[in-house]
């Protein structure tokens, strides 16, 4: 089974603050994906990658920067933290990327609180 | 650019089937559709997928008409543990890139 994991389930930081989000996937899948979750909206896309050090802007890449120097890990950066990213933060990872028969992993997610 | 709508929630009772109808209007020619479902606290998680007709496994079955412009995840006998977020994806193909977008799926109760 492929595995998805992410560094924290919870996490409480201050406004401000430099936060990083790990996502480590054991599959060796090309694709890696960062989405933040918050209630009536679903799964918004904040940045993906399809290779090392290569990413792409999603839906809501503002405050936000990746990045991705080996192949299974794909981290989430919030350069000051605000109270408008007190989220809950979903990594993923695929095989063929935007194929549709694609089929997206998903961590467990991290519930980030910013105060 | 494909663009998937689904009730927002649905309420069931055990024992009952469940249908759940997302449209797709603009779904391209060669693109499938994957049904994903959410527990509270998880990730979501692949259950289904299929291009057209029926495709049936152990969780779930997906009813998908000859123009394709929809499809029916179908859950027999849901029990309490069935209650989730269930989402549709279809590919948004655009001139420059293409997305897969989740959207707001739709949460479904299972009442005893």
């Known amino acids: 089974d492929v595995k998805v994991t992410q560094s924290s389930r919870y996490l409480v930081k201050r406004t401000g603050e430099k936060v990083f989000l790990e996502c480590v996937q054991d599959?060796?899948?090309?694709?890696m994906f960062w989405y933040r979750q918050d209630p009536g909206l679903g799964l918004r896309l904040i940045y993906f990658s399809y290779d090392v050090k290569m990413k792409e802007k999603g839906d809501i890449p503002e405050g936000y920067s990746v990045s991705r120097e080996k192949k299974e890990r794909f981290s989430l950066i919030l350069e000051s933290a605000s109270t408008n990213q007190t989220s809950m933060y979903l990594c993923?990872?695929?095989?063929?990327?935007?194929?549709?028969?694609?089929?997206?992993?998903f961590g467990p997610g991290t519930r980030l609180t910013v105060l | 650019l494909a663009k998937t709508t689904q009730p927002i929630s649905m309420d069931s009772y055990e024992g009952q089937e469940v249908n759940i109808t997302c449209s797709h209007n603009?779904?391209?020619?060669?693109?499938?559709i994957t049904w994903y479902q959410q527990f509270p606290s998880q990730g979501p998680r692949f259950i289904i997928q299929g291009y057209k007709t029926k495709v049936t496994n152990e969780v779930a079955s997906l009813f998908i008409p000859a123009d394709r412009k929809s499809s029916t995840l179908s859950l027999p006998r849901v029990s309490l543990s069935d209650t989730a977020v269930y989402y549709c994806?279809?590919?948004?193909?655009?001139?420059?890139?293409?997305?897969?977008?989740f959207g707001t799926g739709t949460r479904l109760q299972v009442f005893p």
């Open positions: 994806l279809v590919p948004q193909r655009g001139d420059n890139t293409d997305k897969l977008i």
């Open positions: 599959m060796d899948h090309e694709n």
């Open positions: 993923a990872s695929s095989l063929q990327g935007y194929s549709s028969t694609d089929t997206q992993y």
């Open positions: 603009n779904i391209a020619t060669n693109d499938y």
